[in-house]
């Protein structure tokens, strides 16, 4: 089974952006769909968008449309999501997830990365 | 977009059994995956497809889903289950997963 490992804290200034990793070992990273999810304190998870390394293209949430990108490299194994035009609101820690199945969002998020906290403050 | 309806807590004594639910317009065609996420760590997928369990997942766990309504049951509730859940369904329309508020799962 694939497990995740992300990169490590970030403090941020507001303004500025942030560039998450997460890189995937063991089982199949290339077709099996990556979603980024963030939990801000004392709140929910919130899915901000994902990609199917295989086929290449992002699936981005509408709340986060334009400030989002979300890039994976098959070479490495690892996705990507940057986050750009900090704001407080932005403190949270973000979540990398592997999909059970391929090619789809439809599958359930099986797989899930520790987590890496942004916090964003001037 | 979908949403996806959450009591924000629910408390259970040790080995009761504790139900949570989701609720959704006609989520019964959907399929549900609920998640449990411990006090500082990570979610994890503790049922999926609405009531099938990943290797591991004990059988106190189980899932219905119904009508307007998802049930998350878990049997014989020990301290350990002690955690916020999640469901989780997919949007066919945007083709995005859709998260519920979650609810806050008390042992007493």
């Known amino acids: 089974q694939v497990h995740l490992v992300q990169s490590g804290a970030e403090v941020k200034q507001p303004g500025s952006s942030v560039k998450v990793s997460c890189q995937a070992s063991?089982?199949?990273?290339?077709?099996?769909?990556v979603s980024w999810v963030r939990q801000a304190p004392g709140q929910g998870l919130e899915w901000m968008g994902g990609i199917i390394p295989f086929f290449g293209t992002p699936n981005y949430a509408q709340k986060f449309q334009g400030r989002v990108t979300i890039t994976a490299d098959g070479s490495t194994n690892t996705a990507y999501m940057e986050l750009r035009s900090l704001r407080s609101e932005d403190t949270a820690v973000y979540y990398c997830a592997s999909h059970m199945g391929d090619y789809y969002y439809y599958y359930p998020m099986d797989v899930w990365g520790l987590g890496t906290t942004v916090t964003v403050s001037s | 977009s979908y949403v996806l309806t959450q009591p924000p807590s629910v408390s259970v004594a040790p080995g009761q059994t504790a139900r949570i639910t989701c609720g959704g317009n006609n989520i019964g065609i959907k399929s549900v995956h609920w998640y449990q996420q411990k006090s500082g760590q990570a979610p994890e997928l503790v049922v999926y497809?609405?009531?099938d369990r990943p290797s591991g997942i004990p059988d106190r766990f189980s899932g219905s889903n119904s009508g307007n309504t998802a049930t998350l049951t878990i049997s014989r509730v020990e301290a350990g289950d002690e955690a916020d859940y999640y469901c989780q369904v997919w949007e066919s329309s945007s083709d995005q997963p859709v998260f519920g508020g979650g609810t806050q799962m008390t042992v007493l």
């Open positions: 497809d609405d009531g």
């Open positions: 063991g089982g199949t990273f290339r077709t099996h769909a």
